[in-house]
């Protein structure tokens, strides 16, 4: 989808959105002809990938406006661009952050993109003619913008062999040890590897006690959702009856094993009985016997 936009007071054309880039591009070209000082860059030591499987590394970062709409209903904010040093056919990049800033919505399929205002919805339309036109002076290498991917690793990933899946056993691959987070609590127990450096383990350690109130140590400390932030309701219909499952039989041992987890959940109150509708009793057939 390629669109229009004004940037620092500067009608731009021939933006491309791609919602799969992490990072909002400029090019030099297109910032040297906005008359833009290059010394107002910032500098920039994150390095981009997918520039046609190369490693790009961006002149600096600037912070520009980048704006939608007229003056009655319009939509301002300010954007971090990379600024590349390489031939694109695109004049700009609009990623994932930009999407984020302006709460936009892009319906690829009538190449549109939404976003809210103070006074309304401002909707931008994709230019189709652009689009397809850059999209065939493209190179193919140039179609990888998309893969943002560490190279190294995706060598890794085409040079490693298949493996069958396979339970991995922690004990079976390194030694491990108990760790009591609370001296004063008994069964507050986590289990981390013996092979860690002293300051590894040290941090680690700390970071565990400090959390440890998000850990569930037992049911109890399943407190749940509150019904007044999500609740999952089934709505039946009244005039269906239902229809009963066959009936699943299953081994002494795990019917005490059900047994034992069912009135754990019930003491944590996590479940609770509920009382069979009365209606719903009255709809389920009873089998007759002997024709009565």
Not at 126 to 142: A, I
Request: aromatic share 8%.
């Amino acid at each position: 989808m390629v669109i229009n936009a004004n940037i620092a007071n500067w009608a731009l054309g021939k933006i491309l959105m791609d919602n799969g880039s992490s990072a909002d591009i400029m090019f030099a070209n297109t910032f040297d002809k906005m008359e833009l000082n290059r010394n107002l860059l910032q500098p920039s030591d994150t390095p981009l990938y997918g520039f046609g499987g190369k490693v790009i590394h961006a002149l600096g970062k600037i912070s520009l406006l980048v704006s939608f709409g007229a003056v009655q209903n319009v939509r301002i904010e300010h954007i971090s661009f990379d600024v590349v040093e390489m031939y694109y056919p695109y004049f700009g990049i609009f990623g994932r952050e930009f999407l984020n800033k302006f709460e936009a919505a892009i319906y690829q399929a009538y190449l549109c993109m939404k976003m809210p205002t103070l006074h309304g919805v401002i909707t931008i339309f994709g230019d189709q003619g652009d689009g397809r036109n850059l999209e065939r002076g493209r190179t193919l290498g140039q179609r990888n913008v998309n893969a943002l991917e560490v190279e190294s690793q995706a060598k890794k990933v085409l040079e490693e062999p298949k493996r069958d899946k396979e339970k991995v056993n922690i004990k079976e691959n390194c030694d491990t040890k108990r760790l009591l987070l609370d001296d004063m609590v008994f069964g507050q127990e986590v289990i981390i590897g013996t092979d860690l450096e002293p300051k590894e383990e040290k941090r680690l350690v700390e970071l565990l006690c400090k959390n440890k109130d998000v850990f569930a140590w037992s049911a109890n400390d399943l407190a749940g959702v509150n019904r007044n932030i999500i609740e999952h309701k089934m709505s039946i219909e009244k005039a269906i009856r239902p229809k009963r499952q066959k009936l699943r039989k299953m081994s002494n041992d795990k019917v005490t094993a059900v047994k034992s987890e069912v009135q754990r959940l019930l003491n944590a109150k996590i479940i609770r009985e509920v009382e069979y509708p009365q209606w719903l009793a009255n709809t389920i057939p009873i089998k007759k016997k002997n024709g009565k």
